[in-house]
C-alpha cells in the first residue's frame, strides 16, 4: 500500500506538469493542477495508512 | 585627514551578504539546542556531536556535488525544450566548487549561503529521529539529502530552474519565489524527517498497547527557549541574505524583512501557546516553541512581499497549525516525531509557500529567473497556482525522493540502533559516555516492564 501512495504521489504531480505544458486556458490548467494536488493528497492518505499498518502488524 | 572612500555599490552589497549568511549558522545552533532539549537527556550529547556531525557531511557533500547541481541564476545548466518554452532541470557548474569568481560574484555568494543553508536542511531531520538514530547513519543521510536531493530542488527554485521559469514560461505570476527558503530548505528537510520517521519507527515503548501513546518529554525546555531566540537572529540573517541574492531585493527592502520575521515567528509562538492553553488548560513549553520556529519558517517565504499585517495573519495560522498537528500525528498518526519537525518545518514550510501566493504584494521586478529582472507579469493572479505547483513538487517528487534513498541507503546501512541502545541510551550506547554524568537515572518504561 505504501508503494502505491508513493506512486499515486508521483501520477499526482506528473498531472501538475502535464496541466501546465498542454492546457493553455488558465480556468482549465487551474482545474487539472488542483486535481494533480487531490491525486497526491490521496497518495498521502495510502502512505500514511500503510504506516499505520505496518506498525499494528509489529504489535 | 581625508575620510577612508566607500567602496562601490557592488561591495557594500557584498560584504552585506557576507555579514547576513555569518548570522545563519546561529539557526543551526538554535535548531540544534530545541532538537537536543526535546529528546532525553540520555542522549542529549549524541545529539549535539550528531549535529555538528550531519552539518559537516551535509557541507562536504555540498562542496563535491551540491552546487555544481544547483547553480545559480543565469549560469550553466541541463535543459530541454517542451513546447518551444526551455526547461531548466539541472545546473552544470564544475565539481569541488571549481571554476567560480571568489571575488564577491553573486555566485559565490550564492555557494557561501547554500553550504549553510544545506547544513541547516540537514539539522531538520535530526528532530524526528531523536534517541534512536544511528550517527554513522545520520551524517550519510545527510550526505545524501546535501549532495542529490536539496539541490535539484534548490536548482528548479534559487538556481532559475523551471519552477522559477513559471511566470515566464507560462504567466504563471513572476514564477515559483521562495526567498528564504520556507521549501527549499525547510520542507524539504520536513519531509526528509517524515521519511526518517517511517523508516525508524517510533521510539521504544512509545506505543505500548492500546489507547494513548506514552508521553516522554523533552530534558530541557532552556534549551529549547534558548534554541528559539538563537534561530531568530539565524533566520533574520537567511531571509534578507535570501531576498537579496535570490529575488534581486534591493537592500532598502531588508527593514521589512526583517519586521516580518519577528511578527511571524512572534504572533506563531503566542498563537501555539494561546492554543495549548485552550487544549490543556496551560502554555506549554515545548508546542510553544515549536510554534515559534513555525512561525519563523512560515514568514520565510514572503517576507519581502508581504505587508506586516499579512505576516501576522501568516504567523497566528502557522502557530495554530503547528500546535494542532504536532498532536494529531503523534496520536492518530502513530508518527512519532520527538522534534515536532513535520509539523515545524513540513506543514508551516508549505503554508507559508501557500501564503505567499495569497499576501503576496510584489512591488516591482523580481530577478529569480535571470540577474536581469523579469518584467512584472500583467496581474499577479497566477502567483498562488505558481505556489501550489511548487508544493505539489514537493509533495510529489520530493518526498517519493527523499524517501527512496533513505529506504536504500537503509538496507545498505541500518539507520536504527537496536533496542539495546534505547534502553542505555544513545550517549553510552555510541558515544561511550554521558552528557550529564552526576545525574540520577529515572526509572522509565523499560524498568517498569
Known amino acids: 500500500m505504501k508503494l502505491l501512495g508513493f506512486l499515486l504521489l508521483l501520477a499526482g504531480w506528473a498531472i501538475v506538469l502535464t496541466a501546465i505544458v498542454l492546457l493553455p486556458g488558465a480556468a482549465v490548467r487551474a482545474g487539472f493542477i488542483a486535481a494533480g494536488v487531490g491525486v497526491e493528497i490521496l497518495g498521502m492518505v495510502l502512505a500514511v495508512r500503510a504506516h499505520l499498518i505496518l506498525r499494528g502488524e509489529k504489535e | ?449
Not at chain 2, 80 to 107: I, N, Y
Open chain 2, 1 to 449: 585627514m581625508t575620510p577612508p572612500a566607500i567602496g562601490n555599490s557592488q561591495e557594500i552589497r557584498t560584504a552585506l551578504c557576507v555579514f547576513l549568511i555569518l548570522l545563519v549558522p546561529l539557526a543551526g545552533a538554535g535548531l540544534s539546542l530545541i532538537n537536543t532539549g526535546l529528546g532525553r537527556s540520555r542522549s542529549a550529547a549524541h545529539a549535539m556531536l550528531t549535529s555538528l556531525c550531519v552539518v559537516a557531511a551535509a557541507a562536504g557533500a555540498y562542496f563535491v556535488c551540491g552546487f555544481a547541481w544547483q547553480g545559480f541564476i543565469g549560469g550553466p545548466a541541463h535543459s530541454f525544450t517542451v513546447g518551444g518554452k526551455t526547461w531548466s532541470w539541472l545546473a552544470a557548474e564544475p565539481l569541488f566548487l571549481r571554476g567560480h569568481d571568489w571575488g564577491g560574484s553573486s555566485a559565490s555568494l550564492a555557494a557561501c549561503l547554500g553550504v549553510f543553508s544545506v547544513g541547516l536542511t540537514a539539522l531538520i531531520p535530526l528532530g524526528s529521529g531523536s534517541d534512536r538514530w544511528r550517527l554513522g547513519a545520520a551524517c550519510a543521510s545527510s550526505a545524501l539529502l546535501a549532495g542529490v536531493t536539496f539541490p535539484l530542488f534548490a536548482h528548479w527554485v534559487w538556481g532559475g530552474g523551471w519552477l522559477a521559469q513559471l511566470g515566464v514560461n507560462y504567466g504563471l505570476g513572476r514564477g515559483f519565489l521562495d526567498a528564504g527558503g520556507a521549501g527549499t530548505i525547510q520542507t524539504v528537510g520536513g519531509l526528509t524527517a517524515l521519511s526518517i520517521v517511517w523508516i525508524l519507527g517510533p521510539r521504544h515503548g512509545k506505543y505500548l498497547t492500546e489507547g494513548m501513546p506514552a508521553v516522554i518529554p523533552g530534558h530541557n525546555a532552556i534549551y529549547v527557549s534558548l534554541g528559539c531566540l538563537l534561530a531568530l537572529v539565524g533566520w533574520t540573517g537567511l531571509n534578507c541574505a535570501g531576498a537579496i541574492l535570490f529575488t534581486g531585493a534591493a537592500p532598502a527592502r531588508l527593514p521589512l524583512v526583517l519586521i516580518n520575521t519577528l511578527l511571524g515567528a512572534g504572533s506563531a509562538g503566542l498563537a501555539a501557546a494561546a492554543t495549548t492553553r485552550w487544549r490543556f488548560g496551560r502554555p506549554d513549553v515545548s508546542i510553544a516553541a515549536n510554534g515559534w520556529v513555525g512561525g519563523l519558517v512560515a514568514a520565510s517565504a514572503s517576507a519581502p512581499f508581504v505587508a506586516p499585517a499579512a505576516a501576522v495573519v501568516i504567523g497566528l495560522f502557522a502557530g495554530v497549525l503547528v500546535a494542532l498537528t504536532v498532536e494529531w500525528l503523534e496520536l492518530h498518526l502513530s508518527i512519532d516525531d520527538p522534534g515536532g519537525s513535520i509539523s515545524v518545518h513540513a506543514l508551516a514550510g508549505i503554508w507559508g509557500l501557500l501564503a505567499l501566493g495569497i499576501f503576496a504584494q510584489i512591488p516591482g521586478p523580481v530577478a529569480n529567473v535571470s540577474l536581469a529582472p523579469a518584467l512584472p507579469a500583467p496581474g499577479d493572479s497566477g502567483q498562488f497556482l505558481a505556489q501550489l505547483v511548487g508544493v505539489a513538487t514537493l509533495l510529489g517528487f520530493v518526498l517519493p525522493l527523499t524517501f527512496g534513498l533513505n529506504w536504500l541507503l537503509n538496507k545498505l546501512l541500518p539507520q536504527r540502533v537496536p533496542v539495546e541502545g534505547e534502553r542505555q541510551g544513545l550517549d553510552l550506547y555510541e558515544l561511550g559516555s554521558s552528557a550529564y554524568p552526576e545525574f540520577v537515572t529515572h526509572t522509565d518504561e523499560f524498568t517498569q516492564q
